[in-house]
């Protein structure tokens, strides 16, 4: 087990059930390991002669692990960390911790260890779910990095956090976390508009793709055109995941630099798709549909619905299309 830095590991079970968790606990162990045998109604006499400043496995019943733990209070010194787990290997919960997050860690190491569900209390469980780390790997940018502190310390505290998306989120978020009302102060928010209060996080996910047609320009300039036409439309430029034009545009050499200076995607579309484009035109669910270069371009380098209807400026037009969201 890593992180035990030279602690000694002291298991106890009470049953041949048990003992063989504590074998399969050993195999993993980097520090020594003693396993050891007794009754269930010895538990509360435990001594903390040979505990003292190390790690106490108790595989035994919850109830009798309660008791053991009780008896252990008395004496002036403690193991550093107690993990109690079930006799059946189904369930590793760390107990009467000194050191909560060593506990923690442990317990799932252990329940790795012999295919067990670590049962962590709310504070662990929260201090091990990262909100910036959940956005990242779920693929949103964080617009305000200032603003994860402050979600951070409530979830820490326990206190409730409130959160609101235009997205349905995929899979489960700790308890404590739910989507808010619309009387409700939000922490953090899933979408692609601006405007928000500078101290809600701001998680955008990159689902808008931008379709240019027009007048040849340079990098600079599509930049600077790019950012007030999304300022104008009240939408967030982080939400950029795609930039589109015909593959004998003018603009091609301007759109690859935007790609590469926002982490979007580059596309060229070429004559015959805006013919094989036709029906998928036709089927979006969105109220527009596309009329001219920049917005069809939108519409297919995305699959999704046009958004923003051509907008020009400076001689090039922006048109948007955000990715539709699955039923």
Known sequence: MKGVNGLKITAVAVSDRGAALAERLREGASAAFVLRRCERAELPQLSPDDLTDGILFLICPVADAVCAVASLYKFDTFPVSIIQIDEFGKYVVPFAPIDSSLSADLAKQAAAAIGAIPVLSAPEQFESFAIDKWALAAGLRIANPEAVTSVKEK?????????????PIAGALPPGIHEGCGWEKIDFSVSFLSGFDEK????????????????????????????????DVGLHPLALGAVCCR????????????CQARGARFCEIKQAQFAAGGLRFAETRYPYLPENDSEKCAVLGMDGGLLIRRTERGGVGFALAVLEPQD
């Open 247 to 258: 593959t004998d545009s003018s603009l091609c050499d301007a759109a690859r630099a935007l």
């Open 155 to 167: 979830l820490l505290s326990g206190e409730p956090v409130c959160y609101n998306s235009i997205f």
């Open 200 to 231: 809600t996080l701001l998680l955008v996910p990159p689902v808008l793709s931008l379709g240019l047609d027009g007048a040849a320009c340079s990098a600079e300039k599509l930049s600077e055109e790019f950012d007030a036409f999304m300022s």
